[in-house]
């Protein structure tokens, strides 16, 4: 179990780029989740897959959001055309679920992203 | 509407001083789960606890307990003789079965323990 990993750690970038973030999340779980987290606040939830669906989106997730989990394994988000706003840390978490979803989500080390 | 509020934004204390951190949450499930979770300084949110609506009973684990009463929907964390390494975000979470298990969380509470 090598836990869920999420790369770049950092991302710095100008306004109306776009970035792309990734999420490999623990081997055998079959959900995966992504949430923003600004400074002071808790996380807030965004999207999340069971295998390759994804079951939600966020009302946060504007248009410029998206998330695609291809394989059933890894996961990306990428936000278009950035914005000042966008800056916040982006946490990928992980879990077993279906039927009885309920077990802990294990979260990465998130990707802090910085809009200049 | 919050549904997780933990009314406490930072708590400071010396260390081997025991603290105390408050949740209280809001559903009209009658199945859902609460959790606690530790953010240190690197980032990284760390699981501590998973108790669901059915098992009030308190539980300990080495230097940490949590208190759940569902009369008074509160899920309150106490860390026994703090140490500096317990100097952290704390996390408590909501999910419901209503909302398929997503976590809801509270805005944390900081804790910084002085040596």
């Known amino acids: 179990d090598t836990g869920v990993s999420q790369n770049p750690r950092h991302k710095i970038t100008k306004r109306g780029q776009n970035v792309t973030f990734r999420c490999d999340p623990i081997s055998e779980h079959n959900r995966l989740y992504w949430y923003r987290q600004t400074l002071g606040q808790g996380p807030e939830f965004l999207t999340y897959?069971?295998?390759?669906?994804?079951?939600?989106k966020s009302r946060l997730l504007s248009d410029r959001f998206s998330a695609e989990r291809p394989k059933g394994s890894f996961s990306t988000l990428e936000i278009q055309r950035t914005e000042q706003g966008d800056s916040a840390m982006y946490l990928c978490a992980s879990s077993l679920g279906g039927r009885s979803g309920n077990q802990p989500q294990h979260f990465g080390d998130g990707t802090r992203l910085s809009i200049l | 509407a919050q549904k997780v509020t933990q009314a406490q934004t930072e708590i400071s204390v010396v260390e081997k001083e025991d603290v105390t951190l408050d949740c209280v949450y809001e559903?009209?499930?009658?199945?859902?789960?609460l959790f606690w979770y530790k953010q240190p300084p690197s980032g990284e949110l760390v699981f501590l606890i998973r108790?669901?609506?059915?098992?009030?009973q308190n539980e300990i684990s080495g230097r940490y307990s949590w208190n759940f009463q569902k009369s008074t929907s509160s899920f309150n964390f106490t860390i026994t003789a703090s140490q500096v390494v317990d100097s952290a975000v704390y996390f408590c979470?909501?999910?419901?079965?209503?909302?398929?298990?997503?976590?809801?969380f509270g805005a944390g509470t900081t804790v910084t323990v002085r040596a």
């Open positions: 108790r669901n609506s059915f098992d009030e």
């Open positions: 979470a909501l999910s419901e079965e209503s909302d398929d298990y997503k976590l809801s």
């Open positions: 897959f069971q295998n390759e669906a994804q079951l939600e």
């Open positions: 559903t009209r499930d009658t199945t859902y789960y």
